[in-house]
């Protein structure tokens, strides 16, 4: 993996033609030059570095990984963000396209950087159900990859069949998610509302979301075929 | 296995569960982040509404309550608001770091996502941006300045709470209590002049929907009342290219006294052709470096053209010699 040097954050410009125009003084993103294009800088060294598009695009996609990871949309969230941070103080790897999207090595790298986030965030509240084991989180983030849930556009398409989806369960169903994951209500706390086991209750979930994977597949399958 | 178990517990599962089992578990965990993404938001969002009609309530009951009270009036004045960003946004610190969540100070730069943006300073101004909208918030308390380097951006701004400046890349607007769009964008213009030449050109409208607004643009200064628009056009950055070549020559050009004034750098250029390239000696480290190169040397440089009454040449900002193989020189 071929990483990059010299970057200069304060590349002045100058009217008569001197000086870098790479970059913006102050500014992180490319200006004048296309997105994820090596730029020579002043300071010497090749620099890449993302574009605005590419930031936000990295922030979706970490806040899906951090959900995937953790199920605390706040935490996914607050950590997406942080990854971001810190993935700007540090040389970005080679890995974006001549379009600015991450590439395989730049999303491996900055979902690293939010899994080690999130395992520190484990230490300091041991109440957070967070995957910690490297084995499951190296599956976890293979499966995150092979289903493209990296990629915006497949993830908002998910989002709309899911939604055209929830429509067609029972309502007790519904009223069962919405008490879950739209009142954010842990599922023990559901079943003793309820008046039931939570294991019973935990399984009754699963079945609920196993149809409603079912559907969505379907409902994509269908439109692929339209 | 289940999503409901504890990591430890998972950790243990997950060695024993066949590979059908951990499939299976994969994609029960795809499918509650995706639920979790859309009904969590959902959620999230009327508990905030829902939290606004609280805190309306509970605010009106302590008007009431304090009704008398002056003090609290007081206390309240001396405070100053705190932005809030909603919306989809990226927030990068003035020297291009990162920022941490709710840490957003002045200098700080938000570029709008694709949903657009909502930057709000309660009780002195608030924001929309469009997708793609670059902004920075400068200036200081009771005296707000908003950097405007691209996009669209709607300002609502509450009048008599000190100034509000957008500085544009072609001038600025002082808005005087009042809504307005400000819309920067870049258009890139081909002109003929001896060579090709390319020219970023930025464009500023401004559009006034409340109130009045005082521009002071380099061939504009003046009030646009409600109602009225006005597009301010400006010569903006002018755009080069990178290349490798092999030089060819490198020849003084002279003033009558002698005096050299630039250098001219013949390149045959990787790809085909030979092009020539500028060297001022306003730009000393190019100057030494062009002034040092032998014909048959190879370089990498980065160049801008020049405006028209410099001859429409190509102006060299960077230069490096390359080794024999076209690895650059360490």
């Known amino acids: ?226 | 296995m289940d999503l409901d178990s504890t990591a430890e517990e998972l950790a243990r599962a997950w060695g024993e569960a066949p590979e059908a089992q951990r499939s299976a578990f994969l994609d029960d965990l795809l499918m509650e982040t995706l639920l979790m993404d859309v009904l969590a938001a959902k959620g999230k969002a009327r508990r905030r509404s829902a939290w606004v009609w609280r805190a309306a309530a509970a605010a009106a009951a302590f008007v009431l309550l304090m009704a008398g009270a002056a003090g609290w009036w007081l206390w309240n004045q001396g405070r100053y608001p705190r932005p809030d960003l909603s919306g989809e946004f990226v927030v990068t610190a003035e020297d291009g770091g990162g920022v941490k969540t709710g840490d957003i100070r002045r200098g700080c730069r938000v570029t709008a996502g694709k949903g657009g943006a909502r930057f709000r300073l309660k009780g002195r101004f608030e924001l929309t941006l469009d997708a793609g909208c670059r902004i920075a918030w400068k200036g200081r308390e009771k005296e707000e300045v908003i950097d405007l380097d691209e996009g669209r951006m709607r300002s609502v701004v509450v009048p008599k709470q000190g100034t509000f400046t957008v500085v544009t890349p072609r001038g600025s607007l002082k808005a005087l209590g009042t809504d307005f769009v400000t819309d920067v964008r870049y258009e890139t213009l081909l002109k003929e002049g001896g060579t090709m030449k390319m020219n970023r050109v930025a464009v500023v409208t401004v559009m006034v929907a409340a109130g009045a607004v005082a521009c002071a643009f380099d061939n504009y200064t003046g009030v646009l009342n409600v109602g009225m628009s006005r597009t301010f056009a400006a010569e903006g950055e002018r755009q080069g290219g990178e290349l490798n070549g092999t030089v060819v020559g490198v020849e003084s050009v002279k003033a009558q006294n002698e005096k050299a004034i630039r250098l001219v750098l013949t390149l045959t250029v990787e790809g085909g052709g030979q092009e020539t390239f500028i060297a001022g000696p306003g730009n000393a480290q190019v100057y030494k470096t062009v002034g040092a190169l032998k014909a048959g040397d190879r370089v990498r440089l980065g160049w801008v053209p020049g405006g028209a009454e410099i001859g429409n040449q190509k102006w060299i900002r960077v230069i490096r010699k390359l080794e024999g193989g076209g690895e650059e020189k360490k």
């Not at chain 1, 590349?11 to 090596?38: I, M, N, T, Y």
């Not at chain 1, 369960?169 to 998610?177: F, M, T, Y």
């Open chain 1, 1 to 226: 993996m071929k990483k990059h040097s010299g970057l200069s954050t304060s590349a002045g410009q100058s009217g008569d033609g001197s000086g870098c125009r790479c970059l913006v003084p102050g500014w992180f993103f490319l200006s004048d030059s296309e997105p994820g294009r090596h730029s020579i800088m002043e300071g010497g060294g090749l620099a890449i570095k993302p574009d605005a598009e590419t930031l936000i695009h990295a922030q979706g996609m970490l806040y899906r990984f951090g959900l995937f990871l953790s199920g605390e949309p706040d935490l996914a969230r607050d950590m997406a963000q942080d990854t971001i941070r810190v993935a700007l103080s540090k040389d970005w790897p080679a890995g974006m396209d001549a379009e600015g999207k991450l590439g395989g090595e730049a999303g491996k790298w900055l979902r690293g950087i939010l899994h080690n986030l999130l395992r520190n965030q484990r230490r300091k509240d041991r109440r957070s159900r967070l995957l910690f084991d490297s084995e499951i989180v190296d599956a976890a983030e293979r499966r995150f990859v092979e289903t493209r849930a990296d990629q915006d556009e497949v993830w908002q398409a998910r989002r709309a069949a899911l939604a055209d989806c929830l429509k067609r369960l029972p309502a007790d169903d519904r009223e069962l998610l919405r008490e879950r994951y739209e009142l954010g209500r842990a599922v023990k706390d559901v079943a003793e509302l309820r008046r039931l086991e939570a294991n019973a209750l935990s399984k009754r979930l699963e079945r609920v979301r196993r149809a409603l994977r079912g559907c969505v597949e379907w409902r994509l399958k269908d439109e692929t075929h339209e």
